[in-house]
């Protein structure tokens, strides 16, 4: 099976472009859009994240404010473009994290056998058995938070998973006789892992990431909520939700806004990792 | 039912399937028709159509495939019914059995009642009769135990038990039609012609027709009356068995059984004939015939438009408008003078005693948990697997020694063994006079280099990420062997000597076909200038066409390097063609080595006889007996519980005694004389007829 799979490169990827799946250009093109606005923030917010017009509190929604205001006058438009560089940075800082460990563990577990295999698995087994919450909460309670605190310690919540991953891909391949051949060779281990391995692992876990990105960025907005994450006055959307919380009767914009972002990156990386698995895996498109 | 008319005629068949915006066609109009009674074979190689051909009969070749013309069943078209009606038509009057006895089973259901599912299903049985009914045609189907193996999952049996029973589901509703895909082909020799006995006896006693299809000509002799053989989605010859394979009428069929290599013992200098060129995957008939590219007797007109079938003058439909002033199929053989003289020098690798036992699963997993007195206890319960045991045979500069043995024998773990790619668990391997074991990790690099391996799966033989160039660069920078400027030259000098086009370079491997992939296989061998390389299985996924190029290749890469091969399959006519001495395997022990010749003649050892009898369906061999629930480690011979000429306890308890039989012909057996009164194999082209 997944000799079939990596059989797929993206030159076949793109011929079969007339069979493309919808999900995939959906999700690619919103994607594309958030990370366009998250990059050009600065330049297309019509304020400052924390500019407070006193004045122009708990405005609704109108032509001076796009998405009205929230307890401090503040533009919460504004506010929410600022607020998709914090979540999609975490989201993806995170996710390079867990990939970065937990693959070559994976890897290594996977090629290795034996007591490695057990050790590396084990350990992980292990962390895997605490409540997810718990752990993030204990590593950032006892410190004082920062976003890369906070994107290590989603990023090695997720080692386990992709490790997972990574590691039965690699058994799979591990029967295929071109490893033997490189074996015969008296390949070194970095070889073996770079070279024969990880180009066939890739495909899959480029669907694996996605949908990691997604885990990580809610696990953000809810850390922000509940106060562990992002610090005020920066503008993260968890956060304000969080904030909005207390006005959702009078000012239901305020946390309602970041909500419908937050919800719209959620389905389009969603979409994206769905599209990707269905071009990269062939028991999906039409079996050739 | 009516009497007169056959019971199966295909008329104008044509299957295209729809990939993308193209259309494939997989069969292009076929026409036959099979009596009552009656077996026709279907034979090609993959991708000629024959497959398509069964389940365009039996219903299931899914939506994407466009079924035209006729199929009539006992008079009706098949085609024309509602999906309700043909479903019952299909369960209960034709009956099928496909290649892979190790997935049709469900593993999760009891044998007995995966038989009996059918009579519940179409004769509206009740359960427990169905059940019994069952047994009984387990009985049939020459199964002991039919009770026992009823009630038995498919995992506790052999491949060739899970056939017999896949066999009673295909005839529980007693059908007049049983269509055969395949259905010997993953199976060992012996095992398949027991299955091919059971066939034909079947035939004889309840007067099934078979519709057979296969790639196996000598298989296909021994069951059917008729043969259609198929090319490239089209029918190019019909007619009797025997005709067929005496005398081919159509330019593929001659290559076909000319390139099959004969059961006896080759010379140096001999080749096979070989189809060269690959089948089509898409073929255009339109624009001429489709075997022209690779023809021999091709000429201008052979191009000039479609070919049409035309008859023999014995009545043969043949696709050939020639096929009247053909010869046979033209050898390429090499010259005995020109062909190198092979001399047994001093061993450049030599097992000795060489030993290898298989733990039973490590970590966690082997632990087990029972109960002893009241008290729970946590033991380890080791399961130990002797895959080699006590092999000992020296192979000298430029010698091919043939290893044969059915699956699971150990010759792959011996293979291994040899390499390093395994550790022994005793003995020694030596190579060029050193004991690999006794070298510590870095000295093995040397070694590693001068003996490589080829594989039989041509699938994963090859990573799929990196191109044919990056596959052959990667041991030439590995053992500089060339300097990065070079390179490319010594890839392409590298892809022409296995004869690739060197613009291959560029190509993945799954844009190229089996045979290519395993000439690139080869060449990444071959790139380390090894002096020995072990073949493993290395032509056993491959066409016979293909096939015959490859073991061509494999020669005048012995002949140009001097290379020595450890050469292993379970086919002895392909280890006969290119082997030196054969060394014959069974249950990790080599129980009979020598020339090639010498082993091919008598004396036998009994196994060996077996073997034989078996490729060729010697009617009066005898029946080896299950030999795989035979019990553990034994002190005695290994073959023992199989072997038809045991002398009693003295087999079961004594290890054989190695008998000289001559100076370089060696059997272990208890026997004096060997089995040689018995009706021996006739050595010359015993499988197949020439062209």
């Known amino acids: 099976m997944v000799a079939r799979l990596t059989d797929l490169t993206v030159a076949t990827i793109v011929r079969r472009r007339s069979r ?97 295999d057990e050790l590396i698995m084990r350990t992980l087994e292990l962390m895997m058995a605490f409540p ?25 919540l997720a080692v386990a998973p992709i490790a997972r991953v990574t590691r039965s891909v690699t058994l799979d391949l591990m029967s295929g006789e071109f490893i033997e051949a490189a074996r015969a060779r008296g390949e070194r281990l970095g070889y073996m892992l770079m070279r024969e391995l990880l180009p066939n692992v ?3 876990l480029m669907v694996e990431a996605s949908l990691r990105v997604v885990f990580a960025v809610l696990l953000g907005a809810v850390l922000s909520f509940l106060g562990f994450g992002v610090q005020p006055p920066a503008a993260d959307w968890g956060l304000m939700i969080s904030n909005g919380r207390a006005f ?41 | 039912m009516n009497g007169a008319g056959p019971l199966l005629e295909i008329r104008n068949l044509t299957i295209r399937y729809r990939e993308d915006d193209r259309r494939i066609t997989a069969v292009r109009d076929i026409s036959f028709s099979l009596k009552l009674g009656g077996s026709l074979a279907i034979v090609g190689e993959s991708g000629s159509g ?149 066939l034909s006896r079947l035939r ?19 069951l059917c009356d008729e043969v259609a053989v198929m090319y490239a989605s089209q029918l190019v010859e019909l007619g009797g068995v025997d005709r067929v394979l005496e005398h081919p009428a159509h330019p593929y069929s001659k290559g076909l059984l000319a390139s099959r290599p004969p059961l006896a013992a080759a010379s140096r200098g001999s080749r096979l004939a070989a189809i060269g060129g690959q089948m089509p995957t898409i073929a255009k008939p339109d624009t001429g015939c489709v075997f022209a590219p690779r023809c021999p007797f091709q000429e201008p007109r052979c191009n000039a438009g479609p070919q049409s079938l ?85 192979i000298s500069p430029g010698e091919v020694l043939g290893l044969v043995g059915e699956s699971g024998c150990g010759k792959s773990t011996l293979g291994r063994l040899l390499l390093q790619l395994l550790r022994q668990s005793g003995g020694s391997v030596e190579f060029d006079g050193a004991d690999l074991a006794r070298l510590p990790a870095q000295a093995l690099s040397p070694f590693r280099k001068q003996a490589q391996i080829v594989f039989q799966n041509v699938g994963s033989s090859l990573n799929p990420r990196l191109s044919v160039g990056e596959a052959l660069e990667r041991p030439l920078a590995l053992f500089s062997l060339a300097k990065p400027r070079d390179r490319i030259r010594r890839v392409e000098a590298l892809l022409e000597m296995v004869r690739l086009p060197a613009a291959h370079r560029n190509r993945f491997p799954h844009q190229l076909s089996g045979g290519e992939r395993q000439r690139v296989a080869i060449a990444r061998a071959l790139a380390t200038e090894p002096r020995f390389v072990v073949c493993d299985e290395p032509v056993s996924a491959l066409d016979v066409s293909v096939q015959a190029t490859i073991i061509n290749l494999l020669a005048d890469l012995r002949d140009k390097f001097g290379l020595s091969y450890l050469f292993i399959s379970h086919d002895l006519a392909v280890v006969a063609q290119l082997s030196d001495r054969i060394a014959v395997m069974y249950r990790g022990r080599i129980c009979e080595i020598g020339t090639a010749a010498e082993v091919l003649a008598p004396p036998y050892h009994p196994y060996t006889r077996i073997l034989l009898a078996s490729a060729v369906d010697d009617d009066q061999a005898p029946e080896p007996t299950a030999g795989r629930l035979a019990g553990a480690a034994q002190a005695g011979c290994v073959f023992a519980a199989r072997c038809p000429h045991k002398l009693g306890s003295l087999c079961d308890t004594q290890p054989p005694p190695l008998r000289a039989a001559s100076a370089s012909h060696t059997i272990a057996c208890h026997l004096d004389t060997f089995p040689v009164s018995l009706p021996c194999v006739s050595v010359d082209r015993a499988a197949v007829g020439t062209g």
């Not at chain 1, 504004?78 to 937990?102: D, E, K, N, P």
Request: net charge positive; aromatic share 6%.
């Open chain 1, 20 to 116: 493309l799946p919808a999900s995939l250009i959906v999700g690619g093109a919103l994607v594309l859009i958030l990370l366009t606005i998250a990059a050009l923030a600065q330049w297309i917010a019509p304020y400052p994240y924390d500019q407070m017009h006193i004045r122009d509190r708990f405005l609704p929604p109108g032509l001076h404010y796009l998405a009205g205001t929230d307890e401090y006058g503040r533009d919460v438009f504004s506010r929410l473009l600022f607020g998709s560089q914090l979540s999609l940075a975490l989201g993806v800082t995170a996710t390079l994290i867990s990939m970065g460990i937990g693959v070559p563990l994976g890897l290594i577990a996977g090629y290795r056998r034996g007591v490695t």
């Open chain 1, 132 to 156: 997810p919450i718990m752990l993030v909460l204990l590593i950032l309670a006892v410190t004082p938070p920062s976003l890369m605190k906070t994107a290590i310690a989603i990023g090695v």
């Open chain 1, 202 to 204: 890739w495909p899959v």
């Open chain 1, 248 to 288: 959702v009767d009078t000012a239901p914009w305020i946390s309602l806004a970041p909500g419908i972002a937050l919800s719209i990156t959620v389905i389009a990386v969603s979409l994206l990792g769905d599209g990707l698995r269905e071009v990269l895996d062939p028991r999906l498109g039409s079996g050739r």
């Open chain 2, 50 to 198: 024959k497959s398509s051909v069964a389940g365009a009969i039996l219903d299931f070749l899914g939506p994407a495939a466009e079924v035209t013309g006729a199929i009539l069943f006992e008079g009706q078209d098949l085609a024309a019914l509602a999906p309700a009606q043909r479903r019952r038509i299909l369960g209960r009057r034709i009956g099928a059995v496909f290649q892979d006895p190790f997935t049709s089973l469900n593993p999760a259901l009891r044998i007995g009642r995966q038989i009996a599912e059918p009579m519940v299903q179409h004769l509206g049985l009740r359960p427990a009769e169905a059940l019994g009914r069952a047994e009984a045609a387990l009985q049939e189907m020459g199964i002991d135990r039919a009770a026992e193996v009823a009630r038995a999952f498919p995992h506790q049996l052999s491949g060739g038990m899970k056939q017999r029973a896949l066999i009673a589901a295909a005839l529980a509703c007693e059908p007049p039609l049983l269509i055969l895909d395949e259905p010997t082909t993953a199976l060992d020799v012996t095992v398949e012609a027991q299955i091919l006995r059971l």
């Open chain 2, 204 to 222: 004889r006693d309840k007067g099934i027709t078979l519709l057979f299809i296969s790639h196996n000509l000598g298989v296909v002799r021994r």
């Open chain 2, 310 to 394: 035309t008859m023999t003058p014995d009545g043969r439909p043949v696709r050939c408008w020639k096929s009247d002033s053909l010869g046979s199929w033209p050898y390429q053989l090499v010259m005995p003078s020109v062909a190198p003289v092979f001399r047994r020098g001093d061993a450049l690798i030599n097992a000795t005693e060489l030993s290898k036992i298989f733990e039973g699963r490590g970590g966690l997993i082997g632990w087990r948990l029972s109960v002893a007195r009241g008290r729970p206890r946590l033991h380890r319960q080791p399961r130990r697997v002797a895959a080699v045991s006590d092999v000992s045979f020296s």
